[in-house]
C-alpha cells in the first residue's frame, strides 16, 4: 500500500490533537521515502496567538510535521507501530532553513527521505513544500527508544 489515510497515520504515530501534524500519507517505499500532507487550518490552536493579524504557522511546528513524517518511515519500514514497546524520539536537526512563511489556508507536503540508518540511529533528508515552493527543509535524525 503506497498511500494510506488519518487512520492509518494514527496507527502509526503516538501523537494525537493537538499535536497530530500529519493529515495522509500520499507516497510511501519503505527503507527510502514518504511523502505526506498537512492541511493548515485557521483553526488550529496556535494560530491564536502566533499572529491573529497574519496567522502564521511556527517554524518549529513545520519542523516537527517533517519529523513526524520521518516517524511514520520509520515505523512503517519496520513494520512497526508506537505503544506499549517503544516510540521514536526526535535526537538531532541539521541545516535547518526556513524559505517562506506557512500561512492558514496553506498545504504542507512532507517529504522524507532516508540518508541511512546506523544501528538505532536513522538520518533524514526532509522539506516542506506548499504548491511546489519548499517552505522549509532540515536533516532529521531520530531514534527508536523502548519504553520501560
Not at 516510540?87 to 535547518?96: E, R
Not at 538505532?120 to 517552505?135: M, S
Request: a positive charge; proline letters at 7%; glycine letters at 6%.
Amino acid at each position: 500500500m503506497n498511500s494510506f489515510d488519518i487512520y492509518e497515520v494514527m496507527k502509526h504515530l503516538p501523537h494525537r490533537y493537538p499535536f497530530l501534524l500529519v493529515d495522509r500519507v500520499r507516497d510511501f517505499g519503505p527503507n527510502e521515502s514518504l511523502v505526506a500532507l498537512k492541511n493548515v487550518t485557521i483553526n488550529e490552536p496556535f494560530f491564536q496567538g502566533h499572529f491573529p493579524h497574519w496567522p502564521v504557522m511556527p517554524g518549529v511546528l513545520v519542523i516537527e510535521a517533517m519529523a513526524q513524517a520521518c516517524a511514520i518511515l520509520s515505523f512503517k519500514s519496520l513494520e512497526r507501530y508506537p505503544g506499549d514497546r517503544g516510540i521514536y524520539l526526535f535526537v538531532g536537526i541539521d541545516k535547518a532553513r526556513f524559505k517562506r512563511p506557512v500561512n492558514a489556508g496553506d498545504q504542507l507536503r512532507l517529504n522524507a527521505k532516508l540518508i541511512r540508518k546506523k544501528q538505532n540511529i536513522w538520518k533524514f533528508e526532509a522539506n516542506a513544500t506548499v504548491d511546489g515552493v519548499v517552505v522549509s527543509a532540515a536533516e532529521l535524525m531520530c531514534t527508536y527508544k523502548d519504553i520501560p
